[in-house]
């Protein structure tokens, strides 16, 4: 084929063709731009934006509220279309420039945390709560959690990339990652038939990890992607999905650090549980 890409002796990137995310994409690490990270009066402060990763984060505080640990918070809408994550401030907590970014100022100590499933694993531990403490049960737990961080760039890199976010619609791409994310899907499926949750009978942060993904992918929350993935197939998921979206903790932190959708969806920053009731309230308005 003529038009075929050929790849030249050495890389150089072309801007032009990056796609959506093209202004913010680029081949270093660092901070482009000093800015000090706003703070508000909890300990935990949490910079990120409400994409699935996001979303992880702020349903997993939300549940260890309703739960009733002491773990209020203050959540920074970090806008990552306008490169906010380059920051000064931000590169501080986390060099990768990646949401979300967690800052633990309890007793005057400053413990930076990133990467999500990092983030959820030191809140389980920190609230002892969600993580079981040791045993077969952990491990198990642990098992799909780094399922699903291995699996979702595969979903959100791969597939969401090429299906929804490309400048131009390439059939390999989009075969290829749409077959890995169908037995990705068969594999929760078959895991969920017999489960209400990942890992059993209880609620843990393999599921929170899981759900903004794959929960909002057969919910049709996702790529706009529900009749080409023909997710319906994938009951035991679904079913999973809808329980788990029916818990206050999920409707609240889903909402956290958003800035699109319905005007009851949207709540960029969050500093005290009155500030998602308000936003919820105009739900029923």
Same mark, same amino acid.
């Given at each position: 084929?003529?038009? *075929?890409?050929?790849?030249?002796?050495?890389? !150089?990137?072309?801007?032009?063709?990056?796609?959506?995310?093209?202004?913010?994409?680029?081949?270093?690490? &660092?901070?482009?731009?000093?800015?000090?990270?706003?703070?508000?009066?909890?300990?935990?402060?949490?910079?990120?934006? +409400?994409?699935?990763? $996001?979303?992880?984060?702020?349903?997993?505080?939300?549940?260890?509220?309703?739960? &009733?640990?002491?773990?209020?918070?203050?959540?920074?809408?970090?806008?990552?279309?306008? $490169?906010?994550?380059?920051?000064?401030?931000?590169?501080?907590?986390?060099?990768?420039?990646?949401?979300? +970014?967690?800052?633990?100022?309890?007793?005057?100590?400053?413990?930076?945390?990133?990467?999500?499933?990092?983030?959820?694993?030191?809140?389980?531990?920190?609230?002892? +709560?969600?993580?079981?403490?040791? %045993?077969?049960?952990?491990?198990t737990v642990m098992n799909w959690l780094f399922w699903l961080q291995g699996a979702a760039p595969?979903?959100?890199?791969?597939? %969401?990339?090429?299906?929804?976010? +490309?400048?131009?619609?390439?059939?390999?791409?989009?075969?290829?990652?749409?077959?890995?994310?169908?037995?990705?899907?068969?594999?929760?499926?078959? *895991?969920?038939?017999?489960?209400?949750?990942?890992?059993?009978?209880?609620?843990?942060?393999?599921?929170?990890?899981?759900?903004?993904?794959?929960?909002?992918?057969?919910? %049709?929350?996702?790529?706009?992607?529900?009749?080409?993935? *023909?997710?319906?197939?994938?009951?035991?998921?679904?079913?999973?999905?809808?329980?788990?979206? !029916?818990?206050? !903790?999920?409707?609240? $932190?889903?909402?956290?650090?958003?800035?699109? &959708?319905?005007?009851? *969806?949207?709540?960029?920053?969050?500093? !005290?549980?009155?500030?998602?009731?308000?936003?919820?309230?105009?739900?029923?308005?």
């Open positions: 084929m003529s038009d *075929q890409y050929q790849p030249p002796k050495v890389w !150089s990137q072309d801007a032009e063709s990056g796609g959506k995310w093209a202004s913010i994409n680029r081949p270093v690490s &660092g901070a482009t731009y000093e800015k000090t990270l706003p703070v508000g009066e909890h300990a935990l402060q949490l910079y990120s934006m +409400a994409t699935p990763n $996001g979303q992880k984060v702020t349903i997993m505080l939300e549940e260890l509220l309703a739960q &009733g640990k002491g773990a209020d918070y203050d959540a920074h809408y970090i806008d990552i279309g306008e $490169g906010e994550q380059f920051s000064s401030g931000f590169v501080d907590i986390n060099p990768n420039s990646k949401i979300p +970014a967690l800052l633990d100022r309890e007793n005057n100590k400053q413990v930076k945390v990133f990467e999500s499933a990092s983030i959820l694993v030191y809140l389980a531990e920190k609230f002892n +709560a969600l993580l079981p403490n040791n %045993g077969i049960e952990r491990t595969y979903l959100g890199g791969g597939f %969401g990339h090429f299906y929804a976010y +490309a400048p131009e619609k390439f059939e390999y791409p989009i075969n290829r990652f749409t077959m890995e994310i169908k037995r990705q899907l068969d594999v929760l499926d078959k *895991q969920l038939e017999n489960k209400a949750f990942i890992v059993g009978d209880t609620l843990s942060i393999a599921d929170i990890a899981i759900w903004p993904w794959y929960g909002n992918l057969v919910l %049709g929350n996702l790529y706009d992607a529900e009749q080409f993935l *023909q997710v319906k197939d994938y009951t035991h998921v679904r079913r999973w999905a809808k329980e788990l979206l !029916s818990l206050p !903790s999920f409707q609240r $932190g889903q909402i956290v650090n958003r800035s699109w &959708g319905e005007k009851w *969806q949207q709540l960029k920053n969050r500093h !005290s549980a009155q500030d998602i009731d308000n936003v919820l309230a105009l739900k029923h308005e």
